[in-house]
């Protein structure tokens, strides 16, 4: 299910796994609008009962920013000095059931809580929850203390369920506080309480009202935080974002229940600060239930699973996400002196990366940022001061480590872990049993794996990571690594994102372990696979993941397309899969023998159908029809005894060269491909080329077989600098060209010569300045082409000052 560009603040959205914006924080949401997104951490410390302030008695409602280290210390004193019997948390009901987990000594944050439909498990939201989140610093309090706790908003049943996730402010909704709708573009909390300090930044002000303030009460600024967003409300009612009376009346709900089972004065309450206000409204139990009479509701499943800084951050997606999850990390960690620890950290990280950094530089750099903060009028240098203070100093103004800096400090790749008994789908159980076996742990840092396919360990792994990506769990993406072309080593470039466990959630309908799973998947996709491209990538896919259970099927398909269908394009399409399942099938020990004979069948009928299939194409199809060639070219040279194939494959070129009918692109390509396989000699070469290029020829004709000749990446440049009788064949009907063609036929020549090497232009363009008198294009000598016949003195004596330089010996005079 799509995500929506915006969704309600404090909330999560349905979206798939792979759509960063699914990710929620407690009250995660895509709207600026709430605290949730970049409200206030601590709000709104305050007592209230029945609506009204009333020092000493009633819940106590901390209004936080989701995310904020200013938050998370806030409620952590306000706790201790509170010490309720119940917290309530601002979550998904369902995950009532999950909070015992996070007092297990492997819940190592950032986690996420995860819902999803069980019928559709693309159908999922997050609740991420970092170290320095106020809901995880009040979840740990209560366990800590054995205080209870619930989760108070909208179950996530019914959050899946919407249709529509934004929600229509429809008549089932009434107005907002003291009847103002709250229509128009959505209020940012945080932006309006800067833009009335003075600030055009609202996390600078944010930073210095609340994150860099040392020295006082964490828990000061609630109270003054609260009435400003209880004036915000009546203000702007729900800021544009209908569906959070919904949830607010799930709230109040909630929070009734809390206060009769334990206490007015035993019930703490954290939630985005945005909701502070309206759980204080006087409202009755029957308007709240109204608000939530027929909710739509599905059937879900909840877990906690690992969550990524990276993923925290607002650059990735996350509406909800903050711009530097792991400098708020750090201050919220630092015991004290965080400038201090950070510069150490960055200067670390810039030495393990061989960038001469001394203590000196960190000295000077903290001093800088205190400058600068003095400078700027900050209480305490923030991300801004000491970002510019390790440019400056740390980086010597270049923005290139800074970059490093920024992405593994600023943001970071910190990967959480949950215990191993969360509740998971029995293919996420096995995909990580396999891990633990074959030692390959989900990391959250992009690295490279280089396998070796002869050893058994790396075998499997191999064979995990492909039937990963066949089942949509793309852990890993193949690379070139260090494997080249050979055919025993395999580059893979793997990253976990938190996603996948969606990913796996969904693929878990096809199974309950990893080959199970891929093997019925690939069995669905080979019965509806249209394209015999498809099928054949599929087999290669099968092959390489191992899958032989799964290959009879595929090859019946296989068979059954390739002899209905007559398109030569689609069967030149489809043999290099097969080529290269049949080499790395070798490899791996699989059984190829039906491969190989579907691999030959396409071969045969590719050599009888491709001549009249290249004949008066328009250029286009010739380019696309070129590329066809070319793959079928390199895949029967990785054919198995393909020798009998091969002539066939010399005679088919060989027509191509020769044909008139046939694009000039095309018979300029069939023979290079004859010369560069030693069917034709040079001189036969040269035959086809004059023909080519002979006066009678149309320029664009002419101008494309050039290009299918020597044109690309294929090493024709280098063919006409070590063969100038070429070049000058290519010279003289250069030089011959009308005026009034050459315009036309410029485009291509460009092209063509375009892809050669720098040096090679440069080459090509000091031969042909010479001229046909002094060694250039049409001046022939005899011995070898593209040598003189003898050597030449003056040439070879300009190299000996530079030689005698570099060995360091002096020039005999």
Same mark, same amino acid.
């Given at each position: 299910m799509p995500a929506p560009a915006s969704a309600p603040r404090g909330e999560p959205?349905? @979206?798939?796994?792979?759509?960063?914006v699914a990710a929620f924080a407690p009250t995660p949401v895509h709207s600026t609008a709430s605290a949730s997104?970049?409200?206030?951490?601590?709000?709104?410390?305050?007592?209230?009962?029945?609506? @009204?302030?009333?020092?000493?008695?009633?819940?106590?409602? =901390?209004?936080?920013?989701?995310?904020?280290?200013?938050?998370?210390?806030?409620?952590?004193?306000?706790?201790?000095? @509170?010490?309720?019997?119940?917290?309530?948390i601002e979550g998904p009901t369902e995950a009532d059931a999950l909070v015992s987990l996070a007092a297990d000594p492997a819940m190592r944050p950032p986690v996420a809580l995860l819902a999803h439909a069980v019928d559709d498990p693309g159908r999922a939201a997050f609740w991420p929850m970092a170290a320095f989140s106020p809901e995880w610093v009040a979840l740990r309090w209560a366990l800590d203390r054995g205080a209870a706790v619930r989760f108070i908003d909208l179950p996530a049943a019914h959050t899946l369920a919407a249709a529509d996730p934004t929600w229509d402010d429809g008549d089932d909704v009434p107005d907002g506080e003291d009847g103002v709708s709250g229509s128009g573009p959505p209020v940012d909390p945080v932006a309006e309480l800067a833009a009335a300090a003075g600030y055009e930044d609202a996390e600078r002000w944010w930073e210095d009202a609340v994150e860099l303030r040392g020295g006082q009460d964490p828990a000061a600024p609630f109270e003054a935080l609260a009435e400003a967003m209880g004036a915000l409300r009546e203000a702007?009612?729900?800021?544009?974002?209908?569906?959070?009376?919904?949830?607010? @009346?799930?709230?109040?709900?909630?929070?009734?229940a809390a206060r009769k089972e334990f206490g007015d004065d035993a019930v703490a309450?954290?939630?985005? %600060?945005?909701?502070?206000? %309206?759980?204080?409204?006087?409202?009755?139990?029957? %308007?709240?239930?109204?608000?939530?009479?027929?909710?739509?509701?599905v059937r879900t499943e909840t877990t906690w699973v690992p969550w990524t800084h990276r993923r925290l951050a607002r650059r990735s997606g996350y509406g909800a996400g903050i711009a530097s999850p792991g400098w708020y990390a750090h201050l919220f960690a630092a015991p004290d002196r965080p400038v201090e620890r950070w510069m150490t950290r960055v200067a670390g990280l810039l030495r393990a990366e061989d960038h001469p950094v001394s203590p000196a530089h960190v000295i000077e750099a903290v001093r800088l940022a205190e400058g600068l903060a003095a400078l700027r009028g900050r209480p305490r240098p923030g991300l801004d001061e000491t970002t510019d203070a390790v440019r400056a100093v740390l980086c010597e103004g270049s923005d290139v480590p800074l970059d490093l800096v920024r992405d593994r400090l600023v943001v970071g790749d910190v990967l959480g872990e949950v215990p191993a008994g969360a509740p998971a789908v029995p293919l996420q159980r096995d995909l990580a049993g396999r891990q633990r076996t074959l030692r390959l742990k989900p990391e959250a840092a992009e690295r490279d794996l280089d396998l070796d396919l002869r050893k058994d360990t790396d075998g499997?792994?191999?064979?995990? =990571?492909?039937? =990963?990506?066949? =089942?949509?769990?793309?852990?890993?993406?193949?690379?070139?690594?260090?494997?080249?072309?050979?055919?025993?080593r395999e580059g893979w470039r793997l990253r976990w994102e938190p996603e996948l466990h969606v990913r796996v959630a969904e693929a878990g309908v096809w199974g309950t372990t990893v080959e199970a799973a891929a093997t019925a998947r690939a069995r669905s996709r080979a019965t509806g696979a249209k394209a015999l491209a498809d099928i054949t990538a599929l087999a290669e896919q099968c092959l390489l993941a191992g899958l032989g259970d799964a290959l009879p099927v595929v090859m019946r398909a296989l068979a059954d397309r390739a002899a209905l269908d007559t398109d030569v394009s689609h069967l030149a399409q489809a043999l290099p899969a097969l080529a290269r399942a049949l080499r790395y099938g070798d490899v791996r020990g699989t059984r190829t023998t039906a491969l190989a004979e579907v691999a030959a069948g396409l071969a045969e009928r590719i050599c009888v159908g491709l001549p009249p299939a290249c004949a008066g194409l328009d250029p286009d199809a010739a380019a696309a029809m070129r590329e066809r060639i070319d793959e079928v070219h390199r895949a029967l040279a990785l054919l198995p005894g393909a020798d009998g194939l091969a002539d066939r494959w010399a005679g088919v070129l060989h027509r191509l060269a020769d044909r008139d009918r046939i694009p000039g692109v095309l018979r300029g390509r069939a023979a290079r491909l004859l010369l560069d396989e030693g069917r034709i000699a040079v001189d036969g070469a040269a035959v086809l080329m004059s023909r080519a290029l002979s006066p009678g020829t149309p320029p664009a004709d002419a101008a494309a077989w050039i290009d299918g000749f020597a044109g690309g990446a294929s090493g024709g440049g280098l063919l006409l600098v070590h063969d100038e009788r070429l070049l000058g064949l290519v010279d003289a009907w250069l030089t011959g060209v009308p005026a009034d063609a050459f315009t036309d036929v410029l485009p291509l020549l460009r092209r063509t010569f375009a892809a050669y090497e720098p040096g090679v232009r440069r080459t090509l363009g000091e031969l042909v300045a010479r001229g046909p008198g002094a060694g250039g294009p049409g001046h022939v000598l005899p011995g070898v082409p593209g040598f003189a016949a003898d050597p030449d003195p003056d040439r070879a004596d300009a190299v000996l000052p530079l030689l005698h330089l570099v060995l360091g010996t002096e020039v005999l005079v």
């Open positions: 959205t349905s @979206a798939p796994a792979s759509t960063p997104t970049s409200a206030p951490a601590s709000v709104a410390a305050s007592r209230v009962r029945a609506g @009204a302030a009333v020092p000493g008695g009633g819940p106590l409602l =901390l209004g936080v920013r989701h995310h904020g280290p200013g938050s998370a210390r806030g409620v952590r004193a306000a706790l201790d000095a @509170a010490e309720p019997a119940v917290v309530l702007y009612g729900h800021g544009g974002h209908p569906r959070d009376l919904v949830r607010e @009346a799930h709230m109040r709900i909630r929070l009734r309450v954290v939630c985005g %600060a945005w909701h502070v206000p %309206a759980l204080t409204r006087k409202t009755t139990v029957t %308007a709240d239930r109204a608000l939530l009479k027929g909710l739509p509701k499997e792994r191999s064979r995990l =990571l492909h039937r =990963l990506r066949l =089942l949509g769990v793309g852990w890993g993406e193949p690379s070139t690594g260090r494997s080249g072309t050979g055919t025993f």
